[in-house]
């Protein structure tokens, strides 16, 4: 008998793709979102984890007055957000098999990504794609180079900082007529418990924090989210 894996289903459709011209970009969120058991401060929208912090981020650099519930309220909130500031959330990943029920990237199988590159030839008001991790292996970044691959088309360095940006000159139609578009791509530090040790090892965070011991992993993603929201 081979493992049972937990088959973990994207449960929220992309949310604004027409109108949106930055759309956030993820993975999948944690396996509970798909089995409909949430946390009381959960929010059953994307993103909606009590762990998550891009919600926190957001609320704190826009002043939103976010409420963390369970609450049509809450969801509402961030639908309004997105829709004033034209950003829509369109994570790449489907669905995926687990052996282990947990929201970790590397323990996807079977990934079963959505056809990003598509959305963005149907979309021309898409200018940036705004991915909540870097290119390491199964983040959002990782996935929508290779799905970019299969086209003949990559990513080219504007700067390799953290948050490293890229840009893509995407063809606007498949057929004759060469005509291109560019979308920029930035890989935000990932909004996420796990990637805090990713922050508390780079220069500039130890930089910040030595100045103002304060500081912390919360408000270094702030003042670089700021930046591109």
Same mark, same amino acid.
């Given at each position: ?17 027409? =109108? ?11 396996? %509970?979102?798909?089995?409909? =058991?949430?946390? $009381? ?14 919600? $926190? ?15 049509? =309220?809450?969801?509402?909130? %961030?639908? %309004?957000?997105? #829709? ?12 995926? =098999? ?15 990504? %959505? ?8 979309y021309p008001n898409i200018q940036t794609l705004l991915f909540t991790g870097g290119n390491s292996k199964n983040g959002p970044e990782y996935f929508f180079r290779r799905q970019l691959k299969r086209h003949g088309l990559k ?27 560019? #979308? ?8 996420s418990g796990a990637a805090n040790r990713a922050v508390g090892s780079l220069q500039a965070y130890k930089d910040l924090k030595s100045k103002n011991p304060e500081f912390n992993t919360l408000d270094y993603r702030v003042m ?6």
């Amino acid at each position: 008998m081979g493992v049972k894996l937990f088959k973990h289903i994207h449960p929220y459709e992309p949310f604004l793709l027409s =109108e949106a011209t930055k759309l956030i970009v993820g993975t999948l969120p944690p396996p %509970r979102f798909t089995t409909g =058991e949430l946390k $009381p401060q959960d929010v059953d929208f994307c993103y909606g984890s009590s762990n998550g912090m891009l919600w $926190p981020i957001l609320d704190r650099i826009f002043d939103l007055g976010l409420k963390f519930e369970t609450t049509n =309220e809450a969801v509402e909130q %961030r639908k %309004r957000f997105l #829709i004033e500031n034209k950003i829509g959330v369109c994570d790449i990943v489907q669905s995926a =098999e687990r052996e282990k029920i947990d929201a970790s990237d590397l323990g996807m199988q079977n990934v079963v990504l %959505r056809d990003l590159v598509g959305y963005l030839q149907k979309y021309p008001n898409i200018q940036t794609l705004l991915f909540t991790g870097g290119n390491s292996k199964n983040g959002p970044e990782y996935f929508f180079r290779r799905q970019l691959k299969r086209h003949g088309l990559k990513l080219e360095v504007v700067s390799n900082e953290v948050p490293r940006i890229h840009q893509l000159e995407l063809p606007v139609a498949l057929s004759g007529v060469e005509e291109f578009r560019t #979308i920029k791509t930035v890989s935000l530090t990932a909004p996420s418990g796990a990637a805090n040790r990713a922050v508390g090892s780079l220069q500039a965070y130890k930089d910040l924090k030595s100045k103002n011991p304060e500081f912390n992993t919360l408000d270094y993603r702030v003042m670089q989210y700021r930046e591109f929201f």
